[in-house]
């Protein structure tokens, strides 16, 4: 009777072992990720602004690769990213903001490495370090990036009232441009609300000091499934 428990006993155990190691690393972080970001289920987030104007913002798939859109009549933003076991990495951002009537400033940036959006797991109290190259036209820098998840909190927009996790991530360069980027994600929607400090220069350092903008915001007005 005894022989026979002990047997049973290992009968469990390596089966427990053959199943956890038949799940491949997308699959143990995917669902982790995605709760916070996404992108699987084609949501279109509508945004107020502090443009003035309703923005759009859209995640489209194209090939192994994720496509984050946020359009206005002034302004536009995409993201180029690629999700991993590892979390959300940026390898292409492209800006453009209309000034006046005839005036224009648009500018596209790639890195020497993926750069990290969002680790796999946001916890309370998670922080994260990046640093890349960065590069623009002919121009290169050094970038530096660190992150933190702050804690939840409910966040109230025309779209409703959310339970959220507040990440602020700070992004600078060698060129003098600092930015701080505050986000609360909701999970299985994605960010409902975006407040952008500029310190420094790059793009927005030149709107910032053009028109008076230190600070862009975007909080959500609708959310639609596609």
Do not use: C
């Amino acid at each position: 009777m005894e022989r026979y428990k002990t047997n049973t006993i290992w009968t469990i155990f390596i089966s427990l072992l053959v199943l956890i190691n038949s799940i491949k690393p997308d699959e143990k972080n995917k669902s982790e990720v995605n709760n916070y970001f996404p992108v699987a289920k084609n949501l279109t987030l509508l945004y107020n602004t502090s443009f003035g104007d309703e923005s759009i913002s859209k995640f489209i798939k194209k090939d192994n690769l994720i496509i984050n859109s946020i359009e206005s009549p002034e302004f536009k933003y995409y993201q180029t990213l690629k999700i991993n076991e590892d979390g959300v990495f940026v390898t292409e951002t492209y800006q453009y903001v209309k000034i006046f009537l005839f005036i224009k400033k648009e500018s596209r940036h790639t890195y020497n490495k993926p750069l990290l959006r969002i680790p796999s797991q946001l916890i309370i109290g998670k922080e994260w370090n990046w640093e890349g190259l960065e590069y623009t036209d002919s121009d290169s820098s050094k970038v530096s990036v660190h992150g933190k998840v702050i804690g939840e909190e409910n966040v109230i927009t025309q779209a409703g009232t959310f339970k959220s996790l507040k990440v602020e991530t700070s992004i600078e360069n060698s060129n003098d441009s600092k930015n701080t980027i505050t986000e609360w994600f909701v999970e299985g929607i994605g960010p409902v609300k975006t407040i952008i400090v500029i310190k420094g220069g790059g793009l927005m350092g030149f709107v910032r000091d053009l028109l008076g903008y230190k600070e862009f915001s975007f909080e959500l007005k609708e959310l639609k499934n596609n």
